[in-house]
T-cell receptor, first 116, second 114 residues
């Protein structure tokens, strides 16, 4: 079973509008972390935001917020006031504590295109 | 330069050749990782290392060898390259202590096996 599922291969959003990128996860580990990374066309992986499984509040970082619904096992990324520079691939990822490897499990990504 | 670097950035090789991808980090992070990125699969873990001289397999280790004699270096070797190993390879590092620690990624190596 996939640990991270991103069901939106591509999304379009009008500039200055908000957009939600979906992410669901699957784990039996009570301790885990959820991450979002941005990959622009230049190829580098840019960390955006983190949410811990025990965090009570949704994480926010500037225009990025993570809508964490633990019971639904979802960790959607919300980008407010979209900018042209937000056009990129976005990856949701999870780290589980019990594996001990500290590696990330990635989804297949969502390509976001911001329309002027 | 501080950070995590990979070399070469681009490589074209022939089937059957041995190729080594280099990764160097300046933070002295304990953990280092190699991922490959393929369309439709996201990033998948090849190998990881928890410290110098400690390495272990990830999800897709077949055909790859790693070593870590020094904390800062984590080379990945394709012993006999195959076309299926054409991919973008990312090295990453992170530290112990906080579960929230992000992984820092290198710029990637685009490998083409002909």
């Amino acid at each position: 079973a996939q640990k991270i599922t991103q069901t939106q291969p591509g999304m379009f959003v009008q500039e200055k509008e908000a957009v939600t990128l979906d992410c669901t996860y699957d784990t039996s580990d009570p301790s885990y972390g959820l991450f979002w990374y941005k990959q622009p066309s230049s190829g580098e992986m840019i960390f955006l935001i983190y949410q811990g499984s025990y965090d009570q509040q949704n994480a926010t970082e500037g225009r990025y917020s993570l809508n964490f619904q633990k019971a639904r096992k979802s960790a959607n990324l919300v980008i407010s006031a979209s900018q042209l520079g937000d056009s990129a691939m976005y990856f949701c990822a999870m780290r589980e504590q019990e594996t001990g490897a500290n590696n990330l499990f990635f989804g297949t990504g969502t390509r976001l295109t911001v329309i002027p | 330069d501080a950070g995590i670097t990979q070399s070469p950035r681009y490589k074209i090789t022939e089937t059957g050749r041995q190729v080594t991808l280099m990764c160097h980090q300046t933070w002295s992070h304990s953990y280092m990782f190699w991922y490959r990125q393929d369309l439709g699969h996201g990033l998948r873990l090849i190998y990881y290392s928890a410290a110098a001289d400690i390495t272990d397999k990830g999800e897709v280790p077949d055909g790859y060898v790693v070593s870590r004699s020094k904390t800062e270096n984590f080379p990945l070797t394709l012993e006999s390259a195959t076309r299926s190993q054409t991919s973008v390879y990312f090295c990453a590092s992170t530290e112990l202590g906080s579960f929230a620690y992000e992984q820092y990624f290198g710029p990637g190596t685009r490998l083409t096996v002909t």
